[in-house]
T-cell receptor, first 114, second 114 residues
C-alpha cells in the first residue's frame, strides 16, 4: 500500500524567508497530492493540491511541485508571514485512489519568527 | 451551511466505557470518514463510507464501529474504551466517493480515556 514520508518535522524561518516542505510517496499509481494546513487547535484545511498531469501549481504565495519520476512533491511558501505558522500535512491516495481515501504524512510544524 | 459538525468537542471516559462520537454534514456529501490525530503521527484513517448503508475499514479500525443510515450522519462508536484511544478525532466529508478532492473536516472531538 501507499506510504507517505514528510520532512522536516519542524521548520523555523524568519518572516519574509521561504519555506519548503517535502513529501515522498511509494505508489506510482497515485495521482492526487493535497496539502492541508492546521492552525493550533483548529481543523485541517486544504490549501493547495496537484494532480499527476501537471508538474507545478501556484496560488499566490504558495506553490506545489510534483516529480513523478522520483515520487516526491513539495510545498513552497514564499515571503512567509507569522500567520503561516501552523502544522502542514501532505497526503496521497491509498490504494491508488480507487476509493478516494487519503494517507497523510506525519506533519511539519512551521514557525515563522517576526 | 454548517458544514461538518461534530459532538461532543471534549469527552473523558473511564476504561471499558462506551460512547458515540457524532458527525453530521449538511452538504449532501457522498463520502464521509473518521480520522484520529495523535502527536507526531499525523492523521490516520479509522473508517469510511462511500454512501448510505456502505462502510469499510481504514488503516486503524480496531476498537471502533461505524454505521451510515443516512447521507448526513456518520457516528463513530467506541464499544469498550481503552487508554490507547485517547486522541483527537476528526470527521471529514467529500462531495463524491471514489474521486479525489477536497476533504472538509469537522472541528474535532478530544477524547481522553483514563
Amino acid at each position: 500500500g501507499e506510504n507517505v514520508e514528510q520532512h522536516p518535522s519542524t521548520l523555523s524561518v524568519q518572516e519574509g524567508d521561504s519555506a519548503v516542505i517535502k513529501c515522498t510517496y511509494s505508489d506510482s499509481a497515485s495521482n492526487y497530492f493535497p496539502w492541508y494546513k492546521q492552525e493550533l487547535g483548529k481543523r485541517p484545511q486544504l490549501i493547495i493540491d496537484i494532480r499527476s498531469n501537471v508538474g507545478e501549481k501556484k496560488d499566490q504565495r504558495i506553490a506545489v511541485t510534483l516529480n513523478k519520476t522520483a515520487k516526491h512533491f513539495s510545498l513552497h511558501i514564499t515571503e512567509t508571514q507569522p500567520e503561516d505558522s501552523a502544522v502542514y500535512f501532505c497526503a496521497a491516495p491509498i490504494e491508488g485512489g480507487s476509493q478516494g481515501n487519503l494517507i497523510f504524512g506525519k506533519g511539519t510544524k512551521l514557525s515563522v519568527k517576526p | 451551511n454548517a458544514g461538518v459538525t461534530q459532538t461532543p468537542k471534549f469527552q473523558v471516559l473511564k476504561t471499558g466505557q462506551s460512547m458515540t462520537l457524532q458527525c453530521a454534514q449538511d452538504m449532501n456529501h457522498e463520502y464521509m470518514s473518521w480520522y484520529r490525530q495523535d502527536p507526531g503521527m499525523g492523521l490516520r484513517l479509522i473508517h469510511y463510507s462511500v454512501g448510505a448503508g456502505i462502510t469499510d475499514q481504514g488503516e486503524v479500525p480496531n476498537g471502533y464501529n461505524v454505521s451510515r443510515s443516512t447521507t448526513e450522519d456518520f457516528p463513530l462508536r467506541l464499544l469498550s474504551a481503552a487508554p490507547s484511544q485517547t486522541s483527537v478525532y476528526f470527521c471529514a466529508s467529500r462531495v463524491l466517493a471514489g474521486v479525489t478532492g477536497e476533504l472538509f473536516f469537522g472541528e474535532g472531538s478530544r477524547l481522553t480515556v483514563l
